[in-house]
């Protein structure tokens, strides 16, 4: 099908069907259902509420223009924290119960049943789970753009880039002057909140940018990026362990029988302490699960005061510029072969 073969020349407006209500008195069922499971803070869902259910022709002041992109873009951007969210917690468990059920020599030799294609299926996932937890905070990062349009140095409205408020984060705040603004009241609200969740220190130090360099590697080279180790303890029940560098190539390490110098009995249990995480892998996405929840929970609790707080102010034409600024459009318009 063709979009020529639409009867687009005799389109009418009043021939538009539209797949859900412009205006909603009540919330969304997609939006309850991650709320009641759990899989959003329900601070994000207090400002889908508070935004009027993201009803059409409910913008406030602040997020109102002629052609309603200002509203329709918070709209969109705040769902996609809450599916990216949803998505995050369904990848989840599937990545543990397939986890559970991958081949290792503990299950052959207590008998116990496994699946040939858990393995992959829980990889997949893994992969899966880093790039919802990604698109969480780089959606959020938008948010914050639309609302401290300019505030951040390097964040544009419209690039989606978490990486831009990570490196704002690094620095402390300049101090505000005699006067300050609502705006830069919040700012100074999510520096302070944000903070202490991205620039941790002890063994969750760098978790960010880790996190980060693993999606990017899944993303660009598939899931068998994911080099793991598999350890017992005296059951034998086995745990799966995954690098924190990259690349992992264990096989550099492997010489030939005989060669000099002798070597190190200790080599293997220094390496694995250097190179791999000291988290089993199912561990490490719960844990990673819950820190990005809480990233997103803390940034959504200002987000929501500043909503508020500035919904009266004049509109954002700042944002409004940027987001244009920011739009792309290509020639392409269908292949040859259809």
Known sequence: MRLTDCAMPNLQPRQFVVSAPLQRDEPEEDWMRAHGSGA????????????DYLSFGRAPKFLTDIDNVL???????????????????????SFIENQRLAYDYGKKIRGEHWDPEADAKA????????????????????????????????LRLGRAQFSRIEVWLKRPLPPFGIIVTPL?????????????????????????????LLRNKAAHLGQ????????????????????????????????PSGSSPPPDPNFLSKFYQQTLMHQDMVNYAKGLKA???????????????????????????????????????????HFLND
């Open 71 to 93: 509203f329709s873009y918070f709209a969109m951007v705040l769902r996609s924290v809450m599916e990216s969210l949803q998505d995050a917690d369904e990848q989840l468990q």
């Open 224 to 255: 068998p990026v994911f080099r793991t180790v598999g350890l017992h303890d005296n059951t034998p029940r086995f745990f799966v362990f995954i690098p924190r560098q990259w690349p992992y190539i264990w096989e550099k390490h492997i010489k």
């Open 291 to 333: 820190k990005v929840n809480d990233v997103v929970r803390a940034g959504i609790c200002i987000l929501a005061n500043t909503y508020l707080h500035v919904q009266d102010l004049e509109p954002n034409v700042t944002a409004l510029a940027e987001l244009q600024g920011s739009s792309e459009a290509y020639a392409f318009e």
């Open 123 to 154: 990889r997949r996932h893994f992969r899966d789970l880093l790039i919802a937890l990604q698109s969480s905070l780089d959606a959020l990062a938008d948010l914050v753009a639309l609302f401290f349009t300019g505030l951040v140095p390097g």
């Open 184 to 212: 830069a009241h919040h700012l100074r609200e999510l520096f302070d909140a944000l903070e202490p969740l991205i620039n941790t220190t002890g063994p969750e130090r760098e978790w960010l940018p880790l996190m980060r």
């Open 40 to 51: 959003i803070p329900s601070e994000l869902y207090d400002l889908y509420r508070r935004a």
